[in-house]
């Protein structure tokens, strides 16, 4: 029986070739719902991020490659500026829900395969794969209406049950039921002698 870590299943094949935006609603009203999820604030380099990463998936709509390409330009500039301004990385590739709100920004990188519907995400979390040389399909779900703390990294082809809460600097490999609450291990403090 064949490994299904090393099985390309089809989600990956199909892995940026269409576009992912949420269904059953416009990529104008996606991005002000997503403008809306981030208070309305115009500064919001999270709310920058989701803008990008929403142009990403609707430009891959245009079917024709050649009326495509100017598109695909543009996004590879943009996504290039909110890595290098913003200090987030969340690729087109990522398939995002609605009403994410990327609350702070600075050293996130944002590879999972999903994130869900409402999730908060903090500064300084990472998601993506496990070991160096993993496939690229070996990387986390996250559920809806999860809550993600500062620093929280989140690695290999596990999922994050839905309403779950990951605390800050918590380290998570395995996969978590829906209602799990993750917390990273609590310091020990010494006293150092005179």
Request: proline content about 4%; some cysteine; overall charge positive.
């Amino acid at each position: 029986m064949a490994d299904s870590s090393k099985v390309r299943p089809e989600s990956d094949v199909l892995l940026g070739t269409r576009n992912c935006n949420p269904p059953g609603i416009g990529f104008l009203a996606l991005i002000k719902e997503d403008f809306i999820t981030h208070e309305r604030d115009l500064f919001s380099q999270g709310f920058w991020a989701l803008v990008v990463q929403r142009f990403g998936n609707w430009r891959m709509g245009i079917a024709n490659r050649w009326l495509r390409m100017p598109f695909s330009l543009l996004y590879k500039v943009l996504e290039k500026l909110v890595e290098w301004l913003c200090g987030i990385s969340l690729k087109y590739t990522v398939v995002v829900g609605r009403r994410v709100r990327i609350w702070h920004h600075g050293g996130m990188v944002l590879g999972a395969l999903v994130i869900g519907d409402d999730v908060h995400i903090r500064q300084n979390t990472t998601f993506g794969v496990k070991h160096r040389g993993d496939p690229r399909w070996l990387k986390p779900v996250i559920g809806s209406r999860c809550d993600i703390g500062a620093g929280a990294v989140i690695v290999g082809g596990i999922e994050v049950g839905d309403d779950s809460f990951i605390g800050a600097n918590a380290v998570l490999a395995q996969s978590v039921p829906a209602n799990s609450v993750v917390l990273a291990v609590k310091p020990q403090i010494t006293v150092k002698s005179q």
